[in-house]
C-alpha cells in the first residue's frame, strides 16, 4: 500500500518521527497517551471498507485530525491540489458527513471502523452537545467539532486517535 507519489526519503523520514513520537510516549502538545498504530492487516480492512463508504480514493487523499481544546478539526485533502475530482468527492462526502453527524448518525464511521471505535457510543449520543460546522478549502474539505463538554472533547480525541490508527499513511495529525 505504498504512496508512489511520495519519496521514499520522505516516508522513511516520517516514519522515524512516528517510531520516535510512539516511543516518547506522544507530542509534548498532547497529554493523551500515544495511540497505538493499528496493525497493517487492520489497516488494509479499514481501507477496504472504507472505500465501499468514502467515494474518494484513500491513495489520492489524505486524512488529518488536528485536537483542540474545545474538540478538533477533521480535515480531508486531495493530494494533488490540481485533482478537482478527489476534491469535489471529498466536499460532497464530508458535507453529508457533516449533516449526518448533527444528528448524531455515525454510521458510515461504525461501518468503517467498528461499532466499539473508541469515543462513538459517546458521539452519537451527543444529543447538539457539539457543533460540528462545514467549511470548504481550495484541496478539499473540514469539519470542525466544537463542545463545551469535557466528556465529549475527551471522545472527539479518542475518536480522532483510533482514524489516525486505523487510516495508516492515508491520515495524520
Not at 3 to 28: E, F, I, K, M, N
Not at 57 to 73: A, I, P, S
Not at 79 to 86: E, K, S, Y
Request: with cysteine; proline share 5%; aromatic share 4%.
Amino acid at each position: 500500500m505504498n504512496r508512489p507519489d511520495r519519496p521514499r526519503a520522505h516516508r522513511a523520514l516520517l516514519l522515524a518521527v512516528v517510531a520516535a513520537t510512539a516511543l516518547s510516549g506522544g507530542c509534548a502538545d498532547d497529554p493523551a497517551p500515544s495511540t497505538p498504530t493499528a496493525s497493517s492487516s487492520r489497516q488494509a480492512d479499514v481501507a477496504e471498507r472504507g472505500a465501499s463508504v468514502m467515494p474518494f480514493d484513500l491513495d489520492r487523499t489524505t486524512h488529518r485530525f488536528t485536537k483542540t481544546d474545545t474538540g478538533g478539526v477533521q480535515t480531508v485533502v486531495a493530494d494533488d491540489r490540481q485533482d478537482t475530482t478527489q476534491i469535489t468527492l471529498v466536499q460532497r462526502h464530508l458535507t453529508a458527513e457533516v449533516e449526518r453527524f448533527r444528528r448524531g448518525d455515525f454510521g458510515d464511521p461504525a461501518r468503517i471502523h467498528g461499532t466499539e471505535m473508541p469515543g462513538l457510543a459517546a458521539l452519537q449520543a451527543h444529543g447538539g452537545r457539539i457543533t460540528i460546522e462545514y467549511a470548504t478549502t481550495p484541496d478539499g474539505a473540514q469539519a470542525t467539532y466544537t463542545t463545551d463538554d469535557a466528556a465529549l472533547r475527551d471522545a472527539l480525541h479518542h475518536w480522532f486517535d483510533a482514524q489516525v490508527s486505523d487510516h495508516g499513511e492515508h491520515a495524520t495529525r
